[in-house]
């Protein structure tokens, strides 16, 4: 009898784990595709902006970088109102309006409106990530969320790829077209692809599973009851859940610097990989630069899958995020010293891509196993803000140095150091741990994953 009964709340996790996963990814996926594009589309625009506004490596970087001044500054305010008011509406609304402004980024005249609508891009944008984050927290158990986070974070490598693909056929077909530049209209199917998506969202999310009316009964009530479950666990021994708890987390803090180490090493890829591209290879035209920049993250994709497919059943540790920050900062000294040679370097660059993407992924299991509610709110915020600190210092940073040298070597070394710092104080601090549940508690999903294998 208990048998039968096992067996049948396993049948219904299962099913339960699918629905969701059917019903919320694709449009959660399809909008950090369309998000992330947008925030980097800018990259492909860098010549058409240098021809049409005189802008250099320095004033480019700043471009690029005032996005997250205006991210950073609202991203708690939106995080905490998004845990509020709800998913559905508050996703909704980023997306419109982040998909509005960047329409707008096509009509600009000048490099002043570059930069204030780049800022309010920041300010429209803010939130969405970690808001995301936080409600994967609402729909997927312990067990399952490594996989979750490493499936959702295949986002940002297909975003780059088929980005590149995208606007480089923008770049050559659609130039002149209705008397706009060939860059414009990045921006403009960009913005548009973004109020679509915003809208279907309004119709497929849901705020929470007492909500999911496609969900059974069952299914609901199981989902609703682990979730409450782990919430108590993740609670357990903490007086405060509230945000203020979040923000003065000594883990929350050391997690943020972290973080920023990280993107530090990663923002610069996205944003300056098309000029590197075109540097390694003078005579590629634009579409054959956009397939060159896809290749890094198509293989960043694969790995990313991979990586969901082998913590389905098991938490991420560590290691899995210091280990490829190590040797991803082996790949930025490979790229600084053989950047005169296109194979060579091309190959760095892929690898440190396969290696910065996947720990980033790894990164964002740490902080959901023992924040919850209020707390989780802040607490995700607070990380991602500090880390898009990185968004605006690394790629204007990377230009002053790249203006003042005349060459990438310096800015590459730069971004290994980060990297590398990054994952030397990961492993000091948890060495330093003596109980893996500072890190990883609870460690509900332990149980869980023995049933499976038994199962």
Same mark, same amino acid.
């Given at each position: 009898?208990?048998?039968?009964?096992?067996?049948?709340?396993?049948?219904?996790?299962?099913?339960?784990?699918?629905k969701?996963?059917?019903?919320?990814?694709?449009?959660?996926? $399809?909008?950090?595709?369309?998000?992330?594009?947008? &925030?980097?589309?800018?990259?492909?625009?860098?010549?058409?902006?240098?021809?049409?506004?005189?802008?250099?490596?320095?004033?480019?970087? *700043?471009?690029?970088?005032i996005?997250f001044?205006?991210?950073?500054?609202?991203?708690?305010?939106? =995080?905490?109102?998004?845990?509020?008011?709800?998913?559905?509406?508050?996703?909704?609304?980023?997306?419109?309006?982040?998909?509005?402004?960047?329409?707008?980024?096509g009509?600009?005249?000048?490099?002043?409106?570059v930069?204030?609508?780049?800022?309010?891009?920041?300010?429209?944008?803010?939130?969405?990530?970690?808001?995301?984050?936080?409600?994967?927290?609402?729909?997927?158990?312990?067990?399952?969320?490594?996989?979750?986070?490493?499936?959702?974070?295949?986002?940002?490598?297909?975003?780059?790829?088929?980005?590149?693909?995208? =606007?480089? +056929?923008?770049? +050559?077909?659609?130039?002149?077209?209705?008397?706009?530049s060939g860059?414009?209209?990045?921006?403009?199917?960009?913005?548009?692809?973004a109020?679509?998506?915003?809208?279907?969202?309004?119709?497929? $999310?849901?705020?929470?599973?007492?909500?999911?009316?496609?969900?059974?009964?069952?299914? &609901? +009530?199981w989902?609703?009851?682990?979730?409450?479950?782990?919430?108590?666990?993740?609670?357990?021994?903490?007086?405060?859940?509230?945000?203020?708890?979040?923000?003065?987390?000594?883990?929350?803090?050391?997690?943020?610097?972290? *973080?920023?180490?990280i993107?530090?090493?990663n923002?610069?890829l996205?944003?300056?990989? #098309?000029?590197?591209? /075109?540097?390694?290879?003078?005579?590629?035209?634009?579409?054959?630069?956009?397939?060159?920049?896809?290749? #890094?993250?198509?293989?960043?994709?694969?790995?990313?899958?991979?990586?969901?497919?082998? *913590?389905?059943?098991?938490?991420?540790?560590?290691?899995?995020?210091?280990? #490829? $920050?190590?040797?991803?900062?082996?790949?930025?000294?490979?790229?600084?010293?053989?950047?005169?040679?296109?194979?060579?370097?091309?190959m760095?660059?892929?690898?440190?891509?396969?290696?910065?993407? #996947?720990?980033?992924?790894?990164?964002?299991?740490?902080?959901?196993?023992?924040?919850?509610?209020?707390?989780?709110?802040?607490?995700?915020?607070?990380? =991602?803000?500090?880390?898009?600190?990185?968004?605006?210092?690394?790629?204007?940073?990377?230009?002053?140095?790249?203006?003042?040298?005349?060459?990438? =070597?310096?800015?590459?070394?730069?971004?290994?150091?980060?990297?590398?710092?990054?994952?030397?104080?990961?492993?000091?601090?948890?060495?330093?741990?003596?109980?893996?549940?500072?890190?990883?508690?609870?460690?509900?999903?332990?149980?869980?994953?023995?049933?499976? /294998?038994?199962?």
């Amino acid at each position: 009898m208990v048998t039968k009964i096992d067996n049948a709340l396993s049948d219904v996790a299962i099913r339960t784990k699918r629905k969701v996963f059917r019903r919320l990814m694709p449009i959660l996926m $399809l909008g950090y595709i369309v998000g992330y594009l947008d &925030r980097t589309s800018i990259s492909f625009a860098s010549q058409g902006l240098s021809q049409e506004f005189g802008m250099n490596a320095t004033a480019f970087g *700043f471009a690029v970088g005032i996005f997250f001044l205006g991210y950073v500054l609202f991203e708690i305010p939106s =995080n905490v109102l998004l845990h509020r008011v709800g998913a559905r509406i508050w996703i909704t609304r980023i997306m419109i309006s982040w998909g509005i402004i960047t329409v707008l980024i096509g009509f600009t005249t000048g490099a002043a409106g570059v930069y204030v609508l780049r800022f309010f891009l920041g300010v429209a944008e803010a939130g969405f990530f970690p808001g995301i984050i936080l409600y994967l927290t609402y729909w997927f158990p312990n067990a399952v969320r490594a996989r979750m986070l490493s499936i959702f974070m295949l986002s940002v490598s297909i975003a780059l790829a088929t980005g590149s693909l995208l =606007n480089g +056929q923008i770049l +050559q077909h659609f130039d002149g077209l209705l008397g706009f530049s060939g860059w414009r209209w990045i921006f403009f199917v960009g913005g548009l692809l973004a109020v679509i998506l915003g809208v279907l969202s309004f119709f497929l $999310l849901t705020d929470s599973p007492q909500k999911a009316r496609w969900l059974d009964e069952p299914e &609901r +009530q199981w989902l609703i009851e682990t979730l409450a479950r782990e919430g108590e666990e993740r609670a357990a021994g903490r007086s405060d859940h509230g945000i203020w708890a979040g923000l003065r987390d000594r883990r929350v803090i050391l997690l943020a610097v972290i *973080f920023f180490l990280i993107q530090f090493g990663n923002y610069p890829l996205a944003f300056w990989l #098309p000029q590197l591209v /075109k540097r390694i290879g003078p005579d590629l035209s634009a579409v054959q630069v956009s397939l060159v920049t896809a290749i #890094p993250y198509a293989c960043a994709a694969i790995v990313l899958f991979l990586m969901a497919m082998r *913590f389905a059943r098991r938490d991420a540790e560590v290691a899995h995020i210091s280990i #490829p $920050l190590i040797v991803a900062s082996g790949a930025f000294a490979v790229i600084t010293a053989f950047l005169g040679q296109p194979i060579i370097a091309l190959m760095a660059i892929t690898v440190a891509t396969m290696c910065v993407l #996947p720990a980033t992924a790894m990164f964002w299991s740490l902080p959901t196993h023992y924040l919850t509610g209020a707390a989780a709110a802040s607490g995700i915020a607070l990380i =991602n803000s500090v880390g898009n600190i990185a968004g605006f210092v690394s790629p204007y940073s990377y230009g002053i140095l790249r203006d003042a040298t005349g060459s990438d =070597n310096v800015a590459l070394a730069m971004l290994g150091t980060a990297v590398v710092a990054a994952a030397v104080i990961l492993i000091i601090w948890r060495n330093k741990t003596r109980e893996r549940a500072s890190w990883n508690s609870p460690r509900t999903s332990r149980p869980e994953r023995v049933d499976a /294998k038994e199962s």
